[in-house]
């Protein structure tokens, strides 16, 4: 295998996760540490303010009866509430278990039941609802404690009377090796397994990030440092991200809603200095400036402002890898023009702060991460899986290679098996597959984890990820394909949401295509079009001939056996909500094949 290390930079964790909200009250107890959206505004929270909620709210689960190493089930999205819970039951040695909101009654049932937990924070009537039609089922669910009708307040005042030395006990006990959290895999295929994360694996990679990738995450001109978390706090990703914040007294902010209409003009308030987010965010920013670019009679400027950004950008890359002197007086002047004209606008979208980005979940198109350094915003790629506790490979500060996701970050190796699958060692590693022994040895072998990922190594120890081996499709002709870089290239189109390409055991490569609805009634008014539903739309000619252009431009990348001969739009976008997306927003393979399945078969019959 060849193999790439990076040795640690962040000191081994000592006690749980919990300690470093006590110990930022005590030694900066005026420091904002976050901030909370009430009546209509940003208000402050301070480390001691912080510290007193969570240790109240700790002596309230007491006196519900929630124990040392007992698990308590959050079903919400990202709010202040669900970290206040968080750093609350890690007070007193209790495991919080994440459930996404989207979560159908079975596999809500299934997680608390694995989980034997003992109660189950809900954020509102519906989750409630949920939890109620399933809990005759859950003999070790004792309390269903609902967010939006008070409970917080409602366990503070419960827990008045329990001396805070009761909650310090406990907080003590925790150490590194010890559970922090069960959370579950997405599920692609099969079941989902409950994920077992120490205070450790969580300590390593937030401190990780800090210490190799401090210096750009506080990059806020001069103001303090902020994040706003919109990603899942259900999800790894959004985890590490709270943690990573509160342990390097980073200002976080929450925002509950991922689609680009709610979170732009959260992130325009909130001003952040940093952002994490998924490849989603970043293809709807620019979908959404081109579109306001077209719409004022302004195309022409913005692509050609995008093509000036590329090529800024690729020369500041090679100039960074030793291979080029950067970009040209020329190049520089014409930049600096668009600067003034465009990417001042762009940036500002995102509040006007930001001038650093992490990227995770799935892979940025390289053209896309050109495009947003070009504007200004250098968005540092990464890879990982909820086992590596979220990142394993990041790209390093002011030298990223845009299409990659990095070399491993320091503390971590990765290696490549001679069938391209991707493994990986260190100290964010769990602990292994709850109730599952059998599962995690097969995925652990001598330390080293199998991701199931197909990726290379390049000399310098970046990391490409070109596939899933499981969705490895063999045509009938025995042409071997990954298919996920031909479906990223088929949405690189402006129109198209998700593409799945099929083949397998067929004579050739299709395609399930799905559009952006936005996209779509934005491309039928620029050209004085009817507004027609979904379902009118798939057999308009001019439409069928835009999708066409944009898989032949795709196909250009792959030979003649690999390319797509033949697709099909579909009138709805996969979702979490019908089963077809994983809460990361990766596709269903398995799902989308058996929900389309006579949609298929005609792309070979029809």
Known sequence: ????????????????????????????????????????????????????????????????????????????????????????????????????????????????????????????????????AICDALPDLTGIWQLDRG????????????????????????????????????????????CLLTHANFAAEADTLLAGWGEVIRDGGGAPPAVLLFLPLAHVYGRVVQIAALRGGIRIGHHGRLSADSLLPALASFRPSFLHAVPYIFEKIHQRARERAESSGRLELFEQASEVAVAWATAREQRSLGRGPGPSAALRIRHHAYDRMVYQRLRAVLGGRVRNAM????SLSRELGLFFSGVGITVYEGYGLTETTAAVAVAPPDKPRFGTVGPPIPGTSIAIGEDGEVWVRGDTVFAGYLNHPSCTEQALYDGWLGTGDLGSLDEDGYLTITGRKKELIVTSSGKNLAPFALEERVRAHPLVAQCLVVGDNRPYVAALITLDPQALAHWQKTRGREQLDPWASLVDADLHAEIQRAVAAANTTVSRAESIRAFRMLPTEFSMEDGLLTPSLKLRRHAIVQRYASDIEELYTG
């Open 1 to 132: 295998m060849r193999e790439f290390s990076s040795p640690a930079l962040a000191e081994a964790a000592t006690g749980g996760l919990a300690d470093s909200v006590y110990d930022a009250a005590e030694r900066t107890p005026t420091l904002v540490q976050l901030s909370r959206w009430l009546r209509d505004d940003w208000q402050p929270v301070t480390a001691l303010r912080f510290r007193d909620e969570v240790l109240a709210l700790a002596k309230g689960l007491l006196t519900r009866g929630v124990r040392y190493g007992d698990r308590v089930a959050v079903m919400s999205t990202t709010r202040y509430e669900w970290t206040l819970f968080d750093y609350a039951l890690w007070s007193i040695g209790a495991i919080p278990v994440p459930v996404y909101p989207t979560a159908a009654a079975e596999q809500v049932r299934w997680i608390l039941a694995e989980t034997q937990a003992v109660a189950c924070v809900v954020e509102d009537e519906d989750h409630a609802m949920t939890i109620g």
């Open 151 to 194: 409970c917080v307040a409602a366990l503070m005042e419960d827990g008045r009377s329990v001396p805070d030395a009761l909650v310090h006990r406990q907080r003590l006990a925790v150490g590194p090796d010890s559970v922090a959290t069960v959370i579950y895999t997405s599920g692609t295929t099969g079941r989902p397994k409950g």
């Open 359 to 362: 990227c995770g979940g799935s």
